[in-house]
């Protein structure tokens, strides 16, 4: 297993959606790792799935409240920004479309 690097004051950021894949990676590094996180969602209002993801992060936080006290302490407050204010990045959508002519990719990975 990797250590994590000292994620500094503010805590290691992570993209949370309540997901399998980004709920796993908050858990690793609050129970392996023991480290702070600032979670980071993106509100997209066209998508029919974010009252669920929402859902399922309150839910994920109260289970972490009740069976893991430490945790408490470590996963900051969700910083929520809208999908609309992230700026293009020239370098992702280039893999991006490189990938997405390989394989069937959802459009949210650009």
Same mark, same amino acid.
């Given at each position: 297993?990797?250590?994590?690097?000292?994620?500094?004051?503010?805590?290691?950021?992570?993209?949370? &959606?309540?997901?399998?894949?980004?709920?796993? =990676?908050?858990?690793?590094?609050?129970?392996?790792?023991?480290?702070?996180?600032?979670?980071?969602?993106?509100?997209?209002? &066209?998508?029919r799935?974010?009252?669920?993801?929402?859902?399922?992060?309150?839910?994920?936080?109260?289970?972490?409240?009740?069976?893991?006290?430490?945790?408490?302490?470590?996963?900051?407050? &969700?910083?929520?920004?809208?999908?609309?204010?992230?700026?293009?990045?020239?370098?992702?959508?280039?893999?991006?479309?490189?990938?997405?002519?390989?394989?069937?990719?959802?459009s =949210?990975?650009?």
């Amino acid at each position: 297993m990797t250590p994590v690097a000292d994620p500094g004051p503010g805590g290691v950021p992570l993209l949370w &959606t309540g997901g399998w894949d980004s709920t796993f =990676q908050l858990l690793r590094l609050l129970l392996l790792h023991r480290v702070a996180v600032t979670p980071y969602y993106l509100v997209d209002a &066209t998508r029919r799935s974010t009252d669920a993801e929402q859902l399922a992060m309150q839910r994920i936080r109260a289970h972490l409240d009740d069976a893991f006290p430490a945790t408490r302490g470590l996963i900051a407050p &969700t910083r929520c920004h809208a999908v609309t204010d992230v700026l293009p990045h020239a370098a992702i959508t280039r893999a991006f479309a490189e990938v997405r002519d390989a394989h069937h990719v959802g459009s =949210q990975y650009d």
